[in-house]
């Protein structure tokens, strides 16, 4: 008798045990789900913190003004060019991306004949003062020569802005030279009758949008051209000098091809400067 209680007490204690186990297994495996939606939902916390902080940052910067946000400020694009595309690159690297566009810059250049001076309004031509601005801090221009020259009825020019176009004498490269960069045209001429009045300083470009670069010419007398060419200043001293640059006239060197030539009586930037 004692034997079969015995063994019925064995059975339900092995029973009880496999039951135990059982649960246990079944706790176990409740407590590693919850863990992993608990770690889930971790990191879902975590990620819309993240996300909520982004934004209140960024709404911060907002508030504070970022620089393309910011009032007096403007953004530039600027387009790495290489000799690959053509011409002559000195490279200055980029100006900055934000620019002012409120107030004036003066342009100043000391050349072999006098100073020449012009100012250029940042409200219209914000890019271009930026550029010139960071061409003049690189030394771009020193001892850089004017390197075509038109004198025809209505259409007077002495262009420069090329860095290569130095030393004696004229080579055939001259006027092919421009910085690492090129940009868009802005202040494009609005009044057809005088586009490019005299006194005005135009960047020159290849004919194609997003082309300009460094060179520009001053006009010594009104002048009618298409008006796709950046009006970047108005000279304020200087002015005589030029026209008798043009007066001297040219030797023809592009009379086949851009119009005009080398200028007869040459004249070097020894010095740009741009405040």
Known sequence: MSSIKDRQRAAARARLEKEMAERATAAKK???QQAIIGSALGVVVIAGAAVWIVNVLNKDEDKAGSPTAQAGTVACTWTPSDEASGGKVKDVGLPPANVPNVG??????DTSL????????LTKAPCTGA????LASKNFLDNSKCHRLVNE???KILQCGDPFATGKGWRETDGQGGPSYTMAEENLP???AKPYPAGSIAMANTGQPGSTG???FIVSEDTQLN??????GTITKGLDIVKDVVKAGDDGAFAQSAGGGHPKKELTIKTMTVS
Do not use: C
Not at 131 to 134: A, C, T
Not at 227 to 232: A, C, H, K, Q
């Open 227 to 232: 008006p796709s060419y950046t009006l970047l």
């Open 190 to 192: 609005t009044d057809t």
């Open 131 to 134: 550029s010139y601005k960071h």
């Open 214 to 216: 460094s060179q520009f």
């Open 153 to 155: 009825a209505s259409f």
């Open 104 to 109: 004036t810059s003066t342009l100043t250049l």
């Open 114 to 121: 006098g100073p020449i001076e012009a100012t250029i309004d």
């Open 30 to 32: 409740r407590r590693r």
